[in-house]
C-alpha cells in the first residue's frame, strides 16, 4: 500500500529537515570543539574514543560511518597532537588499537562538558518523549542502511514493517 499524500509530504519535509538542521548543529558543535583547540575533523574520534574507550580503528571508522582510509589522516593528526595511541591489537597483530592519552582524556572531558552545556541550551524546552521518538527514527534508518549493507539487493524496496 503505498504512503498517503500527508505521510509522503511529512517524510520529505523531515528528511529536508533532517539535512539542513543536522548541518546546523556540525556548526555549533564545531564552534564549541574549537575553543578546545579541535578541529571538525578529529572531534568525532576523541569523543568516541572517550565514550566507548579502546577501539580497533575498523571499529571507530564503522561508528563514524567513514572509510577506514578516511579515518587514517585524521588519527594522524591526533597522534601527532598527543590525543590518541595507536597500539598493535593482541588479538590481531594486524589490527590497530586507538585509545586516548591522558593528554586526550582531559580534552574528551572538557569537550564534552562544554557540548552537554550546549545541549542543556538548545534542547531546554524540547520534551524527552520528543527526543525518544527521534532516537526511534534514526534507528529506523539505522536499520534500512543495515539491511542495504547485508542485502544489496533490497535496494529503495519497500520494508514489511515502515
Not at 19 to 36: E, F, I, M, N, P
Not at 77 to 93: E, F, H, T
Not at 105 to 129: G, H, I, T, W, Y
Request: charged content about 25%.
Amino acid at each position: 500500500m503505498a504512503a498517503s499524500k500527508e505521510a509522503r509530504h511529512l517524510r520529505r519535509a523531515f528528511t529536508q529537515e533532517l539535512y539542513v538542521k543536522s548541518r546546523l548543529w556540525r556548526r555549533l558543535a564545531d564552534g564549541v570543539a574549537s575553543v578546545h583547540g579541535l578541529s571538525d575533523a578529529v572531534t568525532l574520534p576523541v569523543i568516541l574514543l572517550g565514550r566507548f574507550g579502546v577501539q580497533t580503528q575498523t571499529e571507530l571508522a564503522d561508528a563514524m560511518g567513514v572509510e577506514g582510509p578516511t579515518l587514517v589522516r585524521h588519527l594522524d593528526q591526533l597522534c601527532a597532537m598527543g590525543l590518541i595511541q595507536r597500539q598493535v591489537d593482541p588479538n590481531d597483530r594486524r589490527a590497530k588499537q586507538l585509545s586516548l592519552t591522558p593528554a586526550g582524556q582531559a580534552a574528551f572531558s572538557k569537550l564534552e562538558a562544554s557540548l552537554a552545556n550546549l545541549r542543556d541550551v538548545v534542547f531546554a524546552d524540547v520534551p524527552a518523549a520528543d527526543l525518544e521518538a527521534c532516537l526511534r527514527v534514526f534507528q529506523s534508518i539505522q536499520d534500512y542502511i543495515e539491511i542495504l549493507e547485508t542485502r544489496p539487493a533490497a535496494k529503495l524496496q519497500r520494508r514489511s514493517n515502515p
